[in-house]
């Protein structure tokens, strides 16, 4: 199984997201932002959060434009895979991959704590080693993740079963209280907590590691 | 040419950074400010010289990066 983790000038999440992914068992490929393609035989690539491009015009429109995003568009159209944290929800959002939006929070301030997020669907690569209607703590760290969607959007995302997660209780203002989103084909998903950092018992909490083993285990059949 | 481009949030989504600058308002002592929206204003040099090219032109920049059009408007003025 192989991971390509895209590196934008203001990425903080990129090595935290590549340890996760290889203590799953991937192997893992860096790739920088104004690299025109993917290492051949990617499966996933996972876009991290941090402050790409310093946040400038709007969280993650630059990267969304960057040559490397390019070819990220082009490989989930040819059906692969692709994990948008924080950061990189935002761009998979700002790309049309993924339908909404992500803008400030609406409480106005930044939040970094762990928060309680209730599993919406076990059927994706990427939620299939968890229940549905599991309880889970996984930490969120945003000033943007306030995720803005209409109500046809929300009640097409119900009626395909695409909220992968949603927060037991509201931090930031998110329509219906959503915290991340899979792609018509089940195969992209974006969310704004960070399993990533809670993927080992060093992290304080292990409750994100099952994502990364859900995905490997996805991959590895497939 | 110039051209500068106002990009706001469109109707009906909520801006808390405009309300927050209404509280803060109110806080200084302003009385009767409504609801306050806050936006941006985009300033950019183009090379074009017909006008309706420079507006097409600027339209396209302002669809494809200027603004995010799922919840943001933008106004184009060209001169």
């Known amino acids: 199984m192989k991971a390509a983790v895209l590196v934008f000038p203001g990425s903080n999440c990129d090595r935290d997201l590549a340890v996760a992914f290889r203590n799953a068992g991937a192997e893992v490929t860096m790739v920088w932002h104004k690299d025109n393609a993917l290492p051949a035989g990617v499966d996933v690539v996972g876009i991290p959060g941090g402050f790409s491009f310093g946040d400038y015009l709007r969280c993650g429109a630059i990267a969304a434009r960057s040559p490397i995003t390019r070819a990220v568009i082009e490989h989930t159209h040819r059906g692969g895979y692709a994990l948008g944290i924080c950061n990189g929800f935002q761009v998979l959002t700002e790309t049309g991959i993924l339908p909404g939006a992500l803008m400030r929070n609406a409480g106005l301030k930044f939040i970094c704590k762990p928060v309680d997020l209730t599993v919406e669907t076990a ?66 998903l974006g969310l704004m907590p960070h399993p990533e950092r809670a993927a080992e018992p060093a992290h304080g909490g292990t409750d994100g590691a099952a994502l990364f083993r859900s995905l490997i285990g996805a991959l590895a059949l497939a | 040419m110039k051209a500068r481009v106002h990009v706001m949030l469109k109707d009906g989504v909520l801006d808390p950074q405009g309300q927050a600058v209404a509280h803060a308002l109110g806080t200084l002592g302003f009385q009767g400010v409504g609801e306050v929206r806050q936006g941006k204003v985009i300033d950019l040099e183009l090379a074009e010289t017909d006008r309706t090219r420079a507006e097409a032109q600027v339209r396209e920049m302002c669809e494809k990066l200027l603004a995010n059009t799922v919840i943001e408007r933008f106004d184009i003025e060209i001169g």
Do not use: M, W
């Open chain 1, 123 to 188: 059927d994706s690569a990427f939620t299939a080693c968890y229940a549905k209607g599991q309880r889970i703590s996984i930490p969120i760290a945003h000033h943007d993740g306030n995720y803005v969607a209409d109500a046809d959007l929300v009640a097409r995302l119900r009626d395909e079963d695409r909220i992968a997660f949603s927060y037991a209780e509201n931090p930031n203002g998110s329509t219906a209280g959503i915290a991340g989103i899979l792609s018509e084909n089940r195969r992209v």
